[in-house]
């Protein structure tokens, strides 16, 4: 399976993906990679398919792309939270689960104190400029975390629209700063 190098920061190593990306609010992404074959059909699997076994391996690349980057320790790790309607209806959320696979040398708690506030239509239906305003204004925290760095993870970015927005909800609570980690970047054609 093609991989970014251990290490890849996207912001920092792929100045052509960083402008295609809305990402004002993120310190830093990494992937695992492009979303190719096979990695687009395991992250398939795992949304779409049900097969939350698929989160273990997406994990485990994860793991290994965090553990060479040059990012502050992290405080907490937030999966990308889903409407509640979606959550009902989906049954599980793919970000938390991928979460639950990832291991960080120190303990690390999972934040989910962020939720989306505000049922949007699924991004994947929309174009680029939808999916911009799709998002906005529907992520809300509750919780202090001044001095805190964030690591915010989700299954795939396509705009980054969505992490951004929810990374501009973290700050607004005084975190210090806000990475992303996802499974693979699909761009848009």
Known sequence: MPTYPLGWDIKQHDP???SELTCSNLAGITAIGKYDWPLDHVLLQLKFGRRLWAARPIGALLTKQLSQLIWPQIDFV???PLHKNRLRSRGFNQAFVIC???????????LCSLKRVKYSMPQSELSR????????NIFRCSEDLT??????????????ATLDNAAKALLE???TAVYAAVGAIRTLD
Do not use: M, S, W, Y
Request: proline share 5%.
């Open 100 to 110: 639950q696979h990832i291991k960080f040398d120190l303990p690390v708690n999972i």
């Open 147 to 160: 001095g805190k760095t964030i690591l915010l993870v989700d299954d795939v970015v396509t705009t980054g």
């Open 16 to 18: 052509k993906a960083t």
């Open 78 to 80: 937030c999966p990308l």
């Open 129 to 136: 400029r939808e999916r911009l305003q799709n998002v906005r």
């Open 173 to 175: 609570q005084n975190a």
